[in-house]
C-alpha cells in the first residue's frame, strides 16, 4: 500500500520555525517529484515548493521564498519543509504529494500529483 504520511506540525507563534517531515512507503519514491501544498480553511489548495527527484532543482510559491526550504532524503524516503519566520497567514493544513512522472520541471499543479498525504496542521498565532 502506498502511503505519505506528514508529521511536524503543530501550534506555534509568528516568526517561530517549524519542520514539516513527509515519509514514504510502499514504492519508491527516489525517482519522483516531491511536493507541498497547503490548504487553509475557505480557500483552495495551493502549491507551496516541490523538489526534483535528485534535488537539484526547487521552486516555491511567492508567498513563502526566501522563508520555506524544501529538502529531500532519499535514502530515507523522506522529503522536508523548513519553515522559517512564520506568519499567521501560514496557518494551513499541509499536505506532501508526489509525482511519479518524472518531469523535466516539476510542476506546481496539485492535479498532476499522484499521490497525497493526510495532511499536517500548522497554526500560527499572532
Known amino acids: 500500500q502506498v502511503q505519505l504520511v506528514e508529521s511536524g506540525g503543530g501550534l506555534v507563534q509568528a516568526g517561530d520555525s517549524l519542520r514539516l517531515s513527509c515519509g514514504a512507503s510502499?514504492?519508491?519514491?527516489?525517482?519522483?517529484?516531491m511536493a507541498w501544498f497547503r490548504q487553509a480553511p475557505g480557500k483552495e489548495r495551493e502549491f507551496v515548493a516541490v523538489i526534483s527527484w535528485k534535488g537539484g532543482y526547487t521552486n516555491y510559491a511567492n508567498s513563502v521564498k526566501g522563508r520555506f526550504s524544501i529538502s529531500r532524503d532519499n535514502a530515507k524516503n523522506t522529503v522536508y519543509l523548513q519553515m522559517n519566520s512564520l506568519k499567521p497567514e501560514d496557518t494551513a493544513v499541509y499536505y506532501c504529494a508526489a509525482d511519479v512522472d518524472r518531469p523535466v520541471v516539476p510542476s506546481t499543479l496539485s492535479g498532476l500529483y499522484d499521490y497525497w498525504g493526510q495532511g499536517t496542521q500548522v497554526t500560527v498565532s499572532s
Open positions: 510502499g514504492r519508491p519514491f527516489s525517482s519522483d517529484a
